[in-house]
T-cell receptor, first 110, second 114 residues
Framework: RKEVEQDPGPFNVPEGATVAFNCTYS??????FFWYRQDCRKEPKLLMS???SGNEDGRFTAQLNRASQYISLLIRDSKLSDSATYLC???????????FGAGTQVVVTP | NAGVTQTPKFQVLKTGQSMTLQCAQD?????MSWYRQDPGMGLRLIHY???????DQGEVPNGYNVSRSTTEDFPLRLLSAAPSQTSVYFC?????????????FGSGTQLSVL
């Protein structure tokens, strides 16, 4: 079983719509959680951290559910530029051994 | 502001050849790491370093060596390339402990082993 699992998608989303997707993790002792964005054939870039109380960054909202061991990302008012693969990242210990999900592909269409 | 510089961008090797992927960062980051990315599997940690002279193995270290003689540089050596090492490789750095927040990645190396 993978440590971090994501629905690979693609999630096809009309421009202006809302899309949400989850990521599950297996290690209940995981300490910190992040969403990274990766454009095709490019390097991943940090989108946002995920805090226990949930947090927003503009049109993006991240949630953490420790009891069910998943995190979520919601994108409101989708833009064409939001088309990318979104990587879920979980830090399992303080030495920075990060576990990456395989990514969820989002395709925003006109 | 260069950030993380990774070279080469593309490389083709024959089975059994050796090579070094270069990674340099100019942000004075203590933490540096190497990942490989394969389709459907996400990024997997190969080796990492928390400072000059300190390295440790990640999830998939076999067939790779690293060293960290300076804060800036963290080269990855393939000792005897195998087709299973065909992948996209990313170098990353962060400060202070590599906890994930603001990992800076290089632009990647597409490696094919024939």
């Amino acid at each position: 079983r993978k440590e971090v699992e994501q629905d690979p998608g693609p999630f096809n989303v009309p421009e202006g719509a809302t899309v949400a997707f989850n990521c599950t993790y297996s290690n209940s002792a995981s300490q910190s959680f992040f969403w990274y964005r990766q454009d095709c054939r490019k390097e991943p870039k940090l989108l946002m951290s995920v805090y226990s109380s949930g947090n927003e960054d503009g049109r993006f909202t991240a949630q953490l559910n420790r009891a069910s061991q998943y995190i979520s990302l919601l994108i409101r008012d989708s833009k064409l530029s939001d088309s990318a693969t979104y990587l879920c990242v979980v830090n399992e210990d303080s030495w920075g051994k990060l576990q990456f999900g395989a990514g969820t592909q989002v395709v925003v269409t006109p | 502001n260069a950030g993380v510089t990774q070279t080469p961008k593309f490389q083709v090797l024959k089975t059994g050849q050796s090579m070094t992927l270069q990674c340099a960062q100019d942000m004075n980051h203590e933490y540096m790491s190497w990942y490989r990315q394969d389709p459907g599997m996400g990024l997997r940690l190969i080796h990492y370093s928390v400072g000059a002279g300190i390295t440790d193995q990640g999830e998939v270290p076999n067939g790779y060596n690293v060293s960290r003689s300076t804060t800036e540089d963290f080269p990855l050596r393939l000792l005897s390339a195998a087709p299973s090492q065909t992948s996209v490789y990313f170098c990353a750095s962060s400060s202070p402990s590599g906890t994930g927040e603001k990992l800076f990645f290089g632009s990647g190396t597409q490696l094919s082993v024939l």
